[in-house]
């Protein structure tokens, strides 16, 4: 199978005011296939959300290619790569950014818009998505009156309105309870089994362990990787924690 994503030798480096260069990605390959679930961990600034910046198109490296595709990410104008994030990549990230003059309707659809996409389709999807994430009667709102798990299940629609190929997530669940968490990672498996390709950062082993693939990521770079076997009931996610939490040590994290 011809992998969607692959990064060959990526480097990147920070240049800090009248110092040398700071490695923040140091050589990084990896492939990632159609439909996979894929989670980097790793310690605060060892460079899991600059390699998945570069990996999605929100920044460039200093050095290396990321394939995407079948299509060259690397060195593609600004206007290029805005375009596909737009019409082929969804994001979530810890805080959603959502514009406060609009209701949640809004701002979910607003991708969908830009791309382009006929209003009623774009609404209609929305409000299917709402209905399957549990804010079906929400999104009328404006976002200062709903939680903030109800916010991250928005931003989950609003990154699935326009179908995906891929959709990243910098620590999706940072910022909730462990019942909106486990909600929101519930809603990602869900786009996961219809076909999206998933790729997360998390410091979380409840996270990591809905993956089917666990990165292992120190001083930029890649250490190790950690393969489940398929989850055959939820009853085994505690198992794969409990692998987890014994593998990350063993890796030196």
């Known amino acids: 199978m011809t992998p969607l994503l692959t990064a060959t030798e990526l480097a990147?480096?920070?240049?800090?005011?009248?110092?040398?260069?700071?490695?923040?990605?140091r050589n990084v390959s990896?492939?990632?296939?159609?439909?996979?679930?894929?989670?980097?961990m790793g310690p605060s600034g060892c460079g899991k959300t600059t390699l998945l910046n570069c990996l999605s198109g929100l920044d460039s490296p200093s050095s290396?290619?990321?394939?995407?595709?079948?299509?060259?990410?690397?060195?593609?104008?600004?206007k290029t790569l805005a375009a596909i994030r737009l019409r082929r990549i969804g994001f979530v990230f810890q805080h959603p950014a959502f514009l406060p003059a609009l209701s949640l309707l809004d701002n979910i659809v607003?991708?969908?818009?830009l791309a382009g996409s006929a209003r009623a389709e774009v609404v209609a999807r929305a409000r299917r998505l709402a209905a399957a994430t549990g804010i079906a009667d929400l999104v009328d709102r404006n976002i200062s009156q709903v939680s903030g798990g109800q916010l991250q299940r928005a931003a989950i629609c609003r990154a699935l309105v326009n179908n995906p190929v891929i959709v990243f997530g910098d620590e999706p669940t940072g910022a909730l309870n462990r019942t909106a968490a486990a909600e929101v990672l519930g809603l990602l498996s869900d786009a996961n089994r219809d076909g999206a390709t998933i790729m997360l950062v998390t410091h979380d082993v409840r996270v990591a362990a809905r993956s089917r693939r666990v990165l292992a990521m120190a001083d930029g770079a890649i250490i190790a990787e950690h393969r489940f076997e398929p989850l055959s009931d939820s009853a085994g996610l505690g198992a794969r924690e409990k692998q987890l939490s014994s593998w990350l040590p063993g890796v030196g994290l």
Request: hydrophobic share 45%; glycine share 12%; aromatic share 6%.
């Open 12 to 25: 990147k480096d920070y240049q800090a005011r009248a110092a040398m260069p700071v490695p923040a990605l």
């Open 30 to 40: 990896l492939a990632v296939q159609p439909g996979d679930c894929v989670t980097i």
């Open 64 to 78: 290396g290619t990321v394939v995407f595709d079948g299509q060259e990410l690397t060195g593609l104008p600004e």
């Open 110 to 113: 607003l991708p969908g818009f």
